[in-house]
């Protein structure tokens, strides 16, 4: 969001974690600012201390909960991982890149989706897996001593705030959802 006030020298002023790709940006489009670093919470500096921040945002959502809108798109990214040749031709770092890629696939693979576990009588298991999305099967574990079943599996977040009443009118009991931070195949 911009604001109408600006620096005392008139310089719009602008914080941001992105100072030299900021600078770029706004002298390439004539923009005159005075652009300051912020370490964290940038969405908070408007408007005491600026007058627009420039951000990473996925969503937008802390945003929009700071009072703010998205005026303008710097810059549209994505991740990649990178190596050296002559570092990716070595048996031992290729190894260690392979790992590092798994973590980073896990952690992506995880995003948007939740674990969610219940128990259940075992006259109503029928009912709840109807009911259960899953990555591939859910999985069934015997409760000890209490004749009913223990579930659980992974299931897209947009969806848990559906699913967990379906699930209870289909008799679950003792319904979890858990955030997940990693999912490796």
């Known amino acids: 969001m911009v604001s109408a006030a600006t620096g005392t020298d008139g310089a719009l002023r602008v914080s941001t974690e992105y100072p030299e790709l ?3 940006y706004l002298a390439d489009h004539g923009v005159r600012a005075s652009v300051s670093v912020s370490y964290g919470a940038t969405e908070a500096k408007v408007p005491d201390i600026a007058d627009c921040v420039v951000e990473i945002t996925e969503t937008g959502r802390a ?17 990649e991982l990178i190596a050296n040749p002559t570092a990716a031709a070595d ?8 790992q ?4 980073l696939q896990g952690a992506l693979e995880a995003r948007g989706k939740v674990l969610v576990k219940l128990n259940v009588a075992a006259d109503q298991l029928a009912g709840v897996i109807e009911v259960l999305p899953s990555l591939r099967s859910p999985t069934v574990s015997e409760l000890f001593g209490e004749g009913g079943f223990a579930v659980e599996t992974v299931v897209p977040k947009s969806e848990i705030n559906v699913l967990i009443p379906a699930l209870r009118d289909r008799g679950a009991t003792d319904i979890i959802e858990l955030a997940l931070s990693k999912i490796v195949h």
Do not use: D
């Open 22 to 24: 900021t600078r770029r």
């Open 63 to 79: 945003l929009r909960a700071a009072g703010l809108k998205v005026v303008e798109t710097l810059l549209v990214s994505h991740t």
């Open 91 to 98: 048996p031992a770092k290729r190894h260690a890149m392979q």
């Open 100 to 103: 590092l890629f798994t973590l």
